[in-house]
């Protein structure tokens, strides 16, 4: 008998604590602190930049031990001991001011939390394969939006912690209350990811997989990477040179947040009967937009418009490649082609933080690294739709849930 759907949903809403703390607190709220990690610690731009392309690489290099680990020792451990690396991880941070340290330890959090990512989507993937195609694409929608509900939540306490402390240090406390709310969400997590079962071993399928098929998704992909992330870092600390106070930084940061969530949601639809890369184009374009606004105007509708629309599409871009991959090859080739994804996206990741701050440490500031994170993304879509649109038999068989795209 099938497990009752709100029972999934439910599971679903558990696991989604895993990309909160993977993605939320380990990557994404770094640009919170940015500022006053740099203030403290006299950075460069470049330096600032090379904090999340360590945190990228560490995610390249989980994400490729992933797989293999899960097979070696269970998703569900995985999954639980790589929250747990990253929430120790993020404890560590604020307990050093040493340079190489931090990039050492930015590198943790980024492999222990693409493990733990990539396994927590396993489970849900099995979870959903066992109800209906709808609510088992609701269940992955859950589970990708948790890296949005852990923005929302950071965003309601940093800002306001960094202007209230008294400290010139007060960052650290910042990464105190990360690791704090990581704690929380695993305590939650972990029990149900493990009362879970575990998710069915891949066939021996074949590794190679005709790449040529999805040559556009790919560099597109590898440009989104680049492009998404250097507006993610930076973002905060240009608001802040343009003068935007705490309450602005907090309502900007929501609203991002917020937005992700819903957008997760919203796109669906439009994803589904787009052909070929006109999907991943077309997210791509949202978001090229959204990190434009705040160069064309510093006002506070500006900025809002900016975490609407940016934060509305970023995370759809995962599932707007996921779905080109899932119509253009077969069902075997499905898991070798999400890795070369994963690839490619990670390599873009590493590439456009330290890029963009390299670039704004001239004399045109962060405008210039905002400017290329919106030269990257639309550059994106305009090579994603030179993807050709293809059709296997295989994309529509009933019940059958493709391993996602990673962040």
């Known amino acids: 008998m099938n497990p009752r759907p709100s029972r999934g949903l439910a599971t679903a809403l558990a696991l989604a604590l895993g990309p909160a703390v993977a993605i939320g607190l380990a990557r994404f709220d770094y640009a919170l602190l940015l500022p006053s990690m ?33 097979r070696r020792y269970g998703a569900r451990r995985v999954f ?21 340290a931090l990039v050492a330890l930015r590198a943790v959090a980024g492999a222990s939390g693409a493990a733990a990512f990539i396994a927590g989507a396993g489970l849900v993937a099995a979870a959903a394969s066992a109800i209906s195609p709808h609510r088992g694409a609701t269940m992955l929608g859950i589970y990708f939006a948790g890296g949005g509900a852990a923005i929302v939540a950071s965003g309601l306490g940093i800002p306001y912690l960094l202007a209230t402390t008294s400290l010139s240090d007060g960052w650290r406390w910042g990464w105190v209350l990360l690791a704090g709310l990581g704690a929380l969400a695993v305590g939650v997590a972990a029990p149900v990811a493990l009362a879970r079962a575990e998710p069915p071993a891949p066939p021996a399928a074949e590794r190679r997989w005709p790449a040529w098929h999805l040559g556009p998704v790919l560099a597109a992909y590898g440009l989104f990477g680049a492009g998404y992330i250097a507006y993610m870092t930076f973002i905060v600390a240009f608001l802040k040179s343009h003068g935007m106070g ?54 506070p509708e500006a900025a809002l418009g900016s975490a609407l629309l940016f934060g509305g599409s970023f995370l759809s871009v995962v599932t707007a490649v996921t779905a080109v991959a899932r119509r253009s090859l077969h069902p075997h080739h499905w898991t070798p082609a999400i890795a070369g994804l994963t690839v490619a996206f990670a390599v873009g990741q590493c590439v456009g933080p330290v890029l963009a701050g390299a670039l704004s440490d001239g004399p045109a ?27 296997t038999p295989g994309h529509f068989i009933v019940g059958a849930v493709e391993p996602p795209a990673a962040v």
């Open 38 to 70: 740099r203030a403290d610690l006299h950075w460069s731009l470049a330096i600032a930049g090379a904090m999340n392309t360590a945190n990228a690489l560490g995610y390249l290099v989980g994400a490729l031990l992933a797989a293999p680990a899960a």
């Open 80 to 100: 639980v001991a790589g929250l747990g690396i990253t929430v120790l991880a993020l404890l560590a941070t604020g307990g050093t001011t040493n340079t190489v």
């Open 246 to 299: 705490p309450g602005g930084i907090t309502v900007f940061w929501v609203v991002l947040g917020a937005a992700s969530i819903a957008g997760a949601f919203a796109w669906a639809r439009p994803i589904a009967r787009l052909r070929g890369g006109r999907g991943p184009a077309a997210v791509l374009v949202v978001l090229g937009a959204g990190a434009l606004l705040p160069l064309v105007s510093r006002s």
């Open 365 to 391: 500031g962060l405008n210039l690294g905002l400017s290329l994170s919106v030269g990257v993304l639309l550059a994106g879509a305009a090579v994603a739709l030179t993807q050709r649109h293809r059709e």
